[in-house]
Every structure is written in structure tokens, then in C-alpha cells.
């Protein structure tokens, strides 16, 4: 999942301001975070866009999210994990 269908996740979920859609997605893409979404929900967080309380409900949402792009398009999600060197 790239870091702007995360967050766009994020919004949607009611975790994010949408008006800090911008600095989240420099924040990850400035820092040297994990593959995983809690690590994602961490940096963001650490950077004051998100609540520290609601560290797992971003993780789970950006989750979700990542499950429903793998449903409907698998070979766009199995990309995405080989650009990231996952795969």
C-alpha cells in the first residue's frame, strides 16, 4: 500500500485531519519507517498527525485498507510489495 492510501485510510477513519493529509505523507516518506502499519501509526504520531492513543486504530485501519486493495486488485497490491522489496 503506498503511504497516500494509508493515510487517505486514516482519513476516512475519522484519525486523521484531512487538512494534514500533505505533512503525513512526508513524514513517512522523510523518515526511515518499517514496513509494517503499527510502525507507520508510530512515526505519525511521533510527528503529532495522529493521537498517540489511537495508535492501534490507525494500524488497524491502514490494515483494513490494505486487505481491501489486495482484494480488489491483487496484482496491483503484490506490486506494490516488490517495489517495496517485500516480495
Not at 500533505?22 to 503529532?48: M, N, R
Request: glycine share 6%.
Amino acid at each position: 500500500m503506498t503511504y497516500e492510501k494509508a493515510i487517505e485510510a486514516l482519513i476516512e477513519a475519522g484519525l486523521m485531519d484531512p487538512g494534514k493529509k500533505e505533512s503525513a505523507i512526508a513524514a513517512l516518506d522523510s523518515t526511515a519507517v518499517e514496513f509494517t502499519y503499527p510502525d507507520w501509526a508510530e512515526a505519525l504520531a511521533q510527528a503529532g498527525l495522529i493521537e498517540s492513543s489511537n495508535l492501534k486504530a490507525a494500524a488497524n485501519a491502514m490494515e483494513a485498507a490494505g486487505e481491501t486493495e489486495a482484494d480488489q486488485d491483487p496484482d496491483a497490491f503484490e506490486q506494490g510489495l516488490e517495489n517495496a522489496g517485500i516480495l
